[in-house]
Nanobody, 124 residues
Framework: QVQLVESGGGLVQAGGSLRLSCAAS????????MGWFRQAPGKEREFVAT????????DYADSVKGRFTVSRDNAKNTVYLLMNSLKPEDTGVYYC?????????????????WGQGTQVTVSS
């Protein structure tokens, strides 16, 4: 089993930055692809970013491309999401997820393990 705990969320003004962390425990996730998803109030969960097991492959939703950067430190069993130039529409609960395949996916159903989420609120 893999347990995931997100941290780093909070309240920030538009144009600001946050860095989210996702710490894994239970087993090493160095062979897992990791993903970030978010859910805004009244909306469905949506894909944000994913990173392959090695960190060599990344993919981003068009809405965050050029502003967000996903990275990982396999030695620390941790994945990060650096969010710059934040916009009010980035507000939501951000979830980290792990996929036993080493390659990322945009589909939430492809991820077996999920964290509880961390709230990100961007004020205008």
């Amino acid at each position: 089993q893999v347990q995931l705990v997100e941290s780093g969320g909070g309240l920030v003004q538009a144009g600001g930055s946050l860095r989210l962390s996702c710490a894994a425990s239970g087993r090493a996730v160095s062979n897992y692809a990791m993903g970030w998803f978010r859910q805004a109030p009244g909306k469905e969960r949506e894909f944000v970013a994913t990173i392959s097991w090695s960190g060599g492959g990344t993919d981003y939703a068009d809405s965050v491309k050029g502003r967000f950067t996903v990275s990982r430190d396999n030695a620390k069993n941790t994945v990060y999401l650096l969010m710059n130039s934040l916009k009010p529409e980035d507000t939501g609960v951000y979830y980290c997820a792990a996929r036993s395949s080493g390659y990322g996916s945009r589909r939430a159903d492809d991820y077996a393990y999920w964290g509880q989420g961390t709230q990100v609120t961007v004020s205008s």
